[in-house]
């Protein structure tokens, strides 16, 4: 398999190194900008499996790096990963609403870099669980033609909204998403959650899932993920 193309937009010379340091050393082709618009015009020129994106940059910011990103049909389909500041977690939140796979928050470690990389490129080749697909997290079996969801073999007894919620989040493994975002993927049919109603509805599924309760991960002002392998 060739190596994975990575392309770096930071302003901060000593992480856009260390991150650069990092990579290479992994093994991946890495292309680094200081910039948003050069940063744009190379992620154009010669698409890459990923991106790195600061959201704190000089010129066009982050933000509008992956608004234009996700806009353009060339581009659309590469994953981005927002590095933020600490306390940004409203700028987060935006991020991921514009199209953001997921964020890293500074200062990281290398090793946890290296990860969300892995699992992002990861999900790029392993296609998510079709409509109907049971999923299967140890014990825990959902199974969508049923709308059911049981632990070793005994059925939750789940509202239509606790179920919606949790095949969502499950068939997304990792995958963090935002209150907004949850609200928007499952609302159905005579079923509509307000992002406020989205807390008490996890905590609500989180004891009726018992010991799985945990898999439903909070992401500390951002939202919530289903906890990866
Ligand atoms: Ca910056």
Redesign the pocket.
């Known amino acids: 398999m060739p190596a994975a193309k990575i392309t770096i937009i930071?302003?901060?010379e000593d992480i856009r190194q260390l991150v650069r340091y990092n990579l290479e050393k992994e093994g991946y082709l890495v292309s680094s900008h200081e910039s948003g618009e050069v940063g744009l015009s190379s992620i154009k020129s010669d698409p890459p499996d990923l991106v790195l994106l600061?959201l704190?940059?000089p010129g066009i910011d982050g933000m509008e790096v992956c608004r234009r990103l996700k806009k353009d049909a060339a581009t659309r389909d590469i994953p981005v990963i927002i590095l933020s500041a600490k306390g940004e977690e409203a700028d987060i939140v935006a991020g991921l609403e514009q199209g953001a796979d997921d964020y890293l928050s500074k200062p990281f470690s290398p090793k946890i870099l290296l990860a969300r990389i892995h699992t992002i490129l990861r999900r790029v080749t392993q296609p998510l669980p079709g409509e109907n697909d049971v999923i299967q997290v140890d014990e825990l079996l959902i199974e969508p033609r049923k709308f059911s969801a049981s632990i070793s073999g005994k059925m939750l007894e789940l509202t239509a909204g606790d179920y919606r919620l949790l095949h969502f989040l499950a068939s997304h493994r990792g995958w963090v998403y935002t209150r907004y975002q949850i609200v928007d993927a499952i609302r159905g049919e005579g079923y509509v959650v307000t992002e406020r109603a989205i807390d008490v509805q996890v905590a609500g599924l989180r004891k009726k899932l018992g010991e799985y309760g945990h898999y439903i991960q909070t992401v500390r002002g951002v939202g919530y993920r289903f906890k990866d392998t």
């Open positions: 930071e302003d901060e600061d704190m940059l």
